[in-house]
Structure formats: C-alpha cells, structure tokens
Nanobody, 133 residues
C-alpha cells in the first residue's frame, strides 16, 4: 500500500523558510515520481514541483514556473524521503501542502503535463503552511 506522510509545516513570517518532508513507504521508491502540490482556501490543487518525473530519469526535477528560484525539491533515497525547501515565503504561499506518488514509467512523465494531480495515485494527508505578512 502506497503511504506518504508529510511533516515540517507551520507558521512562518513572510520572507522566512520552511522545509517540508514526505516520508514514503509501500512501494519501490526509485520506480516512482513524487510530486508536491498545494491547495489554498477556495482554490484548486496546484502543482509545485516533482522529482523523478522527467522521462523516467531518476532524480530529475521539474518546477511550476511561478515557483522557480524559491522552492527546491530533493530526495534522500536511503530514507525514501522527499523534501521541499521553501525560501522567501510569501503570504500567497499559504496553503495545505500535499505530496503524492505516481509510477515514473507512466506515459504522462514523458509527454506531460508533469504536475497534473489527476495523474498521481497515492496522496499524503496534507500539512498546513501559513505565511504571515
């Protein structure tokens, strides 16, 4: 059973940083793409970044255009864990953040779009990130 557990969220002032963690289990980590998504109140789920999600290349990364330069995704394969480092946070980054998993061999990771939430099978419970102004 695919399981993902997020941690590291909380309240931070604008300009601050947070690092989210996503601990995974129940599948072969190297065979999966892991994505981070977020959902703000009253809005749809938005793709943030993914790793292992480009053309089946392990460790490959992809970011939503609007977040490039501020957010960094990384993985520790020995710990089956994916991280999302978030810097220069803004109030508009306030949302529930989710990590999700999908088989890296799925055609969408060769054809795109890479951050379509409907293409990801397993989801964590989500964690709140609040950025105060």
């Amino acid at each position: 059973e695919v399981q993902l557990v997020e941690s590291g969220g909380g309240l931070v002032q604008a300009g601050g940083s947070l690092r989210l963690s996503c601990v995974t289990s129940g599948f072969t980590f190297d065979d999966y793409a892991i994505g981070w998504f977020r959902q703000a109140p009253g809005k749809g789920r938005e793709g943030v970044a993914c790793i292992g999600c480009r053309d089946g290349i392990k460790g490959s990364t992809y970011y939503a255009d609007s977040l490039k330069g501020r957010f960094t995704i990384a993985s520790d394969n020995a710990k089956n864990t994916v991280y999302l480092q978030m810097n220069s946070l803004k109030p508009e980054d306030t949302a529930i953040y989710y990590c999700a998993a999908a088989r890296a061999s799925d055609s969408v990771f060769y054809e795109g779009p890479l951050l379509n939430p409907h293409e990801y099978d397993g989801w964590g419970q989500g964690i709140q990130v609040t950025v105060s102004s």
